[in-house]
């Protein structure tokens, strides 16, 4: 490919070959090789999905207020289907966000500014508090910010500590976190204890429910064990949670919610003595796609309750078939006790950081975990067709490396 930008440029046909050949060495994620980043409820619900945000492909949110009013009721929609999900008491609010990430920073910056207001000190920099298995954005929250972020162990079942992030709180602590789940090992800290823990000191306790938020509920209706982790345990002040993950909507999708709207106004962001005027964001972005959006209303739309319990209770007993298979493996073992649909796996015999790597050579891209060394997966209905041959490759990558490792130098590069 020409390495400045073309005199001339190429044809729709040309341009979608090219494409599509470039593709060929991505990893073939259709068939559930990808153990992250991709999600799927079915395929009926993708292609309601993708025309909605084809709809949509050209509008801008950030005009949502001015331009497309569509777009605004749509986000109003998502945010009260949100709210309700998460029984959020009357005057609970939220904002539609472009990922994970940014609701995350959001809540942090919402919670310095609210800190800053009630201590009538504008350049108050306080810490956050948060087990060691809080996802990285709260720490690139803090680069972003400056502000500190304390990270405490969790507990031998790899759940946060509350008497840990008790210790670790001080006069300047601001916020502490707790996530449902936490994306390494899946399990749903103990929220209703961090929220006396927070009320106690009269902090802000955020739910970091991005992976899990729009899953959970669904599976403690069908029965299953899923600690509260919303606003029903008292001290929970604000939540994130992605869409674009378990609500299976297109990318970018997340949402943010506060039980009190006062600390949710403290999320915006206003400038009104720009050369143009009043400039006004709720998020980071400023443009976001109309896409996202619409594509969002659509998923949460056609799936219903009655879809989302369907497609989960799939997706649970796929769960079920990988946490068999991969016990049944001599010298494996699950990592705690997962909550979703989110499986680490380690052993003390076998380094699994090695047979991970093997797996690349079966056409697999391999999750790993640090702390144990292990293999991560985050399973939905894409992965359907892959348990029986991941789980037979992964059996054959581990008595392989058993072998291997009584041999000197036979080490694989672990690429992460
Ligand atoms: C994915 C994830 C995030 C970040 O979300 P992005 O959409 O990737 O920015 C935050 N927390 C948890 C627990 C996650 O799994």
């Given amino acids: 490919m020409a390495k400045t930008l073309l005199e001339t440029g190429m044809s729709r046909g040309d341009i979608i070959d090219h494409l599509s050949e470039l593709k060929h060495n991505d ?5 559930g090789r990808a153990p992250i980043f991709v999600f799927k409820a079915d395929d009926d619900i993708s292609t309601t999905a993708r025309e909605a945000f084809n709809l949509y492909f050209t509008e801008n ?38 990922g994970g990430s940014e609701s995350i920073i959001c809540a942090m910056k919402a919670a310095r500014n609210w800190s800053r207001e009630r201590r009538g000190d504008p350049q108050f920099r306080g810490n956050f508090v948060l087990p060691d298995t809080a996802h990285p ?13 304390r990270r405490v162990p969790v507990g031998p079942d790899y759940r946060a500590d509350p008497a840990a992030i008790e210790a670790a709180i001080d006069k300047d602590t601001i916020m502490i976190v ?4 936490c994306f ?13 823990v927070a009320q106690r000191h009269d902090l802000w306790l955020h739910v970091d429910a991005c992976v899990g938020g729009y899953l959970a509920p669904f599976v403690k209706e069908l029965g299953r064990d899923v600690p509260t982790f919303d606003f029903q345990v008292p001290g929970v002040t604000s939540i994130s949670a992605d869409l674009h993950k378990f609500g299976y909507t297109p990318k970018p999708a997340s949402t943010v919610f506060y039980r009190d709207p006062d600390k949710a106004g403290h999320q915006m962001f206003k400038y009104d003595v720009w050369a143009n005027g009043m400039y006004a964001t709720a998020g980071i972005a400023g443009t976001r796609p109309g896409g996202g959006v619409a594509g969002a209303w659509a998923t949460l739309h056609a799936l219903g309750r009655d879809g989302y319990l369907r497609v989960n209770a799939r997706l649970m007993d796929l769960v079920d078939r990988y946490k068999q298979g991969i016990e049944a493996i001599p010298g494996l073992r699950i990592v705690g006790k997962p909550h979703l649909s989110i499986i680490s796996l380690t052993s003390d015999e076998v380094d699994m950081l090695q047979a991970g ?16 060394k292990g293999m991560h997966l985050m399973l939905s209905r894409i992965h359907e067709p892959a348990c029986d041959p991941w789980l037979k490759d992964l059996r054959t990558c581990v008595e392989r490396q058993r072998a291997a490792a009584s041999e000197p130098g036979a080490k694989v590069q672990v690429v992460y």
């Fill in 27 to 31: 990893i073939r994620w259709a068939e």
């Fill in 178 to 181: 707790g996530s449902a789940p």
């Fill in 137 to 149: 954005a709260f720490t690139k929250g803090g680069d972003m910010m400056d502000m500190e972020v």
């Fill in 184 to 196: 390494p090992y899946g399990v749903i800290d103990p929220i209703d204890e961090l929220g006396e």
């Fill in 357 to 372: 790597e093997r797996m690349r050579q079966f056409g697999w891209l391999p999750g790993f975990i640090n702390r144990p």
């Fill in 61 to 98: 949110a950030l005009g949502a207020h001015r331009a497309f009013p569509s777009i605004q009721q749509m986000e109003k929609d998502i945010v009260a289907i949100g709210l309700s999900l998460f029984h959020a008491p009357s005057g609970g609010t939220g904002y539609f966000t472009t």
